[in-house]
């Protein structure tokens, strides 16, 4: 099986960046990024990778996120 495509409008990494920044220094959950991530863009991509993303952008950033 071969892993989806994402339409080249659709820039999940920005989009990642950006809520991050919006929620600043809160707590907040992954499960409630994972879900506004999809709502915002649409992607398909697995929570797994989602969650890898959201992880490392949060650590450049400074952002505490809480692993549910």
């Given at each position: 099986?071969?892993?989806?495509?994402?339409?080249?409008?659709?820039?999940?990494?920005?989009?990642?960046?950006?809520?991050?920044?919006e929620r600043g220094?809160?707590?907040?959950?992954?499960?409630?990024?994972?879900a506004a991530v999809?709502?915002?863009?649409?992607?398909?991509?697995?929570?797994?990778?989602?969650?890898?993303?959201?992880?490392?952008?949060?650590?450049?950033?400074?952002?505490?996120?809480?692993?549910?």
């Amino acid at each position: 099986m071969l892993p989806h495509v994402e339409s080249s409008n659709v820039n999940v990494a920005a989009s990642v960046d950006k809520l991050l920044a919006e929620r600043g220094t809160a707590l907040l959950s992954m499960k409630e990024l994972i879900a506004a991530v999809r709502e915002r863009t649409g992607t398909e991509r697995s929570d797994a990778d989602l969650a890898g993303l959201i992880t490392k952008k949060a650590a450049l950033l400074g952002v505490a996120v809480l692993s549910d």
